[in-house]
């Protein structure tokens, strides 16, 4: 029911955004948004002019956080290579070299038991459903999540290294100035 909603509660699937203003609206938009799309798609979904659109994503396009695709008519992207930078940054922030140091071996060693388990590299080299029915104790969908908990551990360990070496370059650089 429209209207029933308190200011603390979620907010709506159909407006996630609603109550932002247009800027958190556009950024928000561009998060979800998987392809490239016109400024005056954007504009629509957040209910703004596209001048204004045009405006956010410019900046939006300065910053990195979309990529600006030039044509007839121009379209933007979220850039991925963006939010992966600033989620290393932050690890590298909130997190000790110690504790990253530590993270990246509880990873590692997750990772040894799914290649050990699986007797495979990667994920990707494992025939999930071949494996479930030659198997007496995991079923396909305990395959599946098996084999998706490997891939984000692998993609986790990495970004939790590429931390520790960031953090440990800025120690090193500190120590020499």
């Not at 979309?66 to 997190?95: C, K, M, S």
């Not at 040894?112 to 590299?121: G, H, K, L, M, V």
Request: proline share 5%; glycine share 6%.
């Amino acid at each position: 029911m429209a209207g029933t909603e308190s200011p603390d509660d979620p907010p709506s699937f159909e407006e996630p955004f609603s109550g932002d203003d247009v800027e958190q609206r556009i950024y928000g938009t561009i998060l979800q948004t998987r392809e490239p799309t016109t400024v005056s798609a954007i504009a629509e979904q957040v209910d703004c002019d596209p001048k204004t659109a045009r405006k956010y994503l410019g900046w939006f396009d300065d910053l990195g956080i979309v990529t600006r695709h030039d044509g007839h008519p121009t379209t933007y992207e979220r850039n991925d290579a963006y939010f992966e930078w600033r989620r290393i940054n932050q690890l590298a922030a909130e997190h000790s070299v110690k504790e990253l140091q530590d993270r990246v071996r509880e990873l590692t060693t997750r990772i040894a038991e799914y290649e050990e388990t699986y007797d495979a590299a990667s994920p990707a080299a494992v025939d999930a459903v071949a494996f479930a029915e030659s198997s007496d104790e995991r079923t396909i969908d305990e395959v599946y999540s098996d084999l998706a908990d490997w891939a984000t551990a692998r993609e986790d360990r990495e970004r939790h290294e590429r931390a520790r070496q960031q953090r440990t370059g800025g120690e090193r650089e500190q120590a020499s100035g």
